[in-house]
């Protein structure tokens, strides 16, 4: 047979196909097929969605973009006192929206110059495989899986991880009354999977309430719904605080799991991997070498050689491969403070003690390599 007539035949099979592809979908309209889809399986089928259109940047481009845009956009929130609100003034405010701001202090010179884009939980992943956000610091857990799926974590900078609050109402003091209980909880988030497994670990029973929306949730546990709500230790204490009466409920001394949080960026541009990683690792540093946003310009004259590599008076910590400024670590730090001045001018007052996010040198986790 011919060369036609084999081109033409693959193009009647093709046919064939698109025809009984838009004749199924032209039935089930015509039928009455409901397309609504739960809550869950929406979520699963927005992911799908943007991981369809998920692109992988190329090194240096965020970068590049950033600077030419004159602003940095960060992913986050605007519901969580401590870590991503707004203040009376409708300016963003917190600790996660703090690192935000020391990254584009050291790129942009201006830690002002941000935009702020407000996330759900299950939006996250879809935010940074679609490079919509420059960088993500909204609450998030470094899990292998979403290293895996959602990009580069970059540095640990709060070590959390999950409670339980329960209604006094209840009758509940300890996960020992667990057995049968409703817990409020977020979709799409680490927190719904350490639930589940705490339970089936457990051999104990529990009826799930769950809503995207993290405002849902302890509105939800506010109005009776549910006995029990669950998430990240912290979090729960930022929401009590803001509570009509925090004395009807009690915090449960149980952790169930371990929830490493950090900021994260869009896979492929290894160049801006690696700034964001330097700026965290200066918030660290700066603190444990007593460089505060007060003395910063003072310490430019300090004779101690780590805080001179810090702060770019001399030597190379890196910022000539990454085209930034000698001073860009300098300039963070001068805007928001260390480490320790980040926590406690956004945790300290919750009451949220240090514990594992005290500095290495001080029984803590937090550590970071030296700035040469």
Not at 11 to 27: K, N, P, R, Y
Not at 354 to 366: A, D, K, P, Q, T
Request: with cysteine.
């Amino acid at each position: 047979m011919s060369r036609k007539f084999y081109i033409l035949l693959a193009l009647m099979f093709t046919f064939a196909i698109v025809g009984a592809a838009c004749s199924t979908s032209d039935a089930d309209d015509a039928n009455g097929v409901d397309h609504d889809l739960s809550a869950e399986h929406a979520a699963d089928v927005g992911a799908a969605e943007h991981e369809e259109h998920a692109v992988m940047v190329a090194s240096g481009e965020i970068y590049d973009r950033v600077i030419a845009r004159g602003t940095l956009v960060c992913g986050g929130r605007t519901d969580l006192a401590g870590f991503g609100s707004v203040d009376a003034d409708g300016n963003n405010v917190g600790f996660d929206i703090d690192l935000c701001r020391a990254v584009a202090a050291a790129v942009l010179g201006d830690a002002n110059a941000i935009e702020i884009i407000p996330l759900t939980a299950a939006d996250r992943g879809p935010s940074l495989t679609t490079a919509q956000v420059d960088l993500l610091t909204r609450n998030v857990t470094w899990t292998s899986s979403r290293d895996a799926q959602w990009g580069n974590f970059t540095v640990v900078t709060f070590y959390d991880g999950q409670g339980f609050m329960v209604s006094n109402a209840s009758g509940i003091t300890s996960t020992d009354d667990f057995d049968g209980a409703s817990v409020c909880v977020t979709s799409g988030t680490t927190t719904e999977q350490n639930l589940a497994d705490f339970f089936r670990q457990n051999g104990m029973e529990f009826e799930a309430v769950i809503f995207e929306e993290t405002d849902a949730v302890y509105g939800a546990f506010q109005d009776g719904r549910c006995d029990i709500t669950t998430s990240d230790r912290s979090q729960l204490v930022s929401v009590l605080s803001g509570f009509a009466d925090p004395s009807a409920y009690t915090i449960l001394p149980d952790i169930i799991s371990k929830e490493p949080l950090t900021p994260v960026v869009p896979a492929g541009d290894d160049v801006w991997f690696d700034i964001v990683k330097s700026v965290m690792w200066a918030l660290i540093n700066a603190e444990e070498l007593g460089v505060t946003a007060a003395n910063v310009d003072a310490m430019m004259s300090s004779d101690n050689i780590a805080i001179r590599r810090l702060l770019g008076v001399e030597g190379n910590w890196g910022f000539e491969e990454l085209g930034l400024d000698s001073d860009a670590l300098a300039r963070a730090i001068a805007a928001v403070g260390n480490y320790g001045e980040i926590y406690d001018r956004n945790l300290g007052p919750l009451g949220l003690p240090r514990g594992f996010n005290e500095l290495w040198s001080n029984g803590g986790l937090i550590y970071a390599p030296p700035m040469k």
